[in-house]
């Protein structure tokens, strides 16, 4: 079983940034960061692929959001910048160890608590 906790987040105005940080306890094929507004379905925005280094992000992040990982450190980064209102929900990092589908949530054996990001206009 691998244990995954969430850090970082926290209320921001729209336009600034937040880094989520995503520690694991052990190291996985994939990790990634899903997002769930309130009363909406959990989405994947980006994961990123140990081993290759492959990454993936949502078109509704792409420009403003990076993925990275540090491996020694088994941990995996959400760089937020330009925050918009839309992007409050809460924020859950997930890892499997054999997944196929980068955004699909029934993919992930592992989650996190979950964090929450509230960004205001």
């Known amino acids: 079983q691998v244990q995954l906790a969430e850090s970082g987040g926290g209320s921001v105005q729209a336009g600034g940034s937040l880094r989520l940080t995503c520690a694991a306890s052990a190291l996985t094929y994939v990790m990634a960061w899903f997002r769930q507004p309130l009363e909406k379905e959990r989405e994947g925005i980006a994961a990123?692929?140990?081993?290759?280094?492959?990454?993936y992000l949502d078109d509704s992040v792409k420009g403003r959001f990076t993925i990275s990982q540090d491996k020694e450190k088994m941990s995996a980064y959400l760089q937020m910048n330009n925050l918009k209102p839309e992007d409050t929900g809460m924020y859950y990092c997930a890892g499997s160890h054999s997944n196929t589908q980068w955004n699909g949530p029934t993919y992930y054996e592992f989650w996190g608590q979950g964090i929450q990001v509230t960004v205001s206009s």
């Open positions: 990123i692929y140990r081993n290759s280094g492959r990454i």
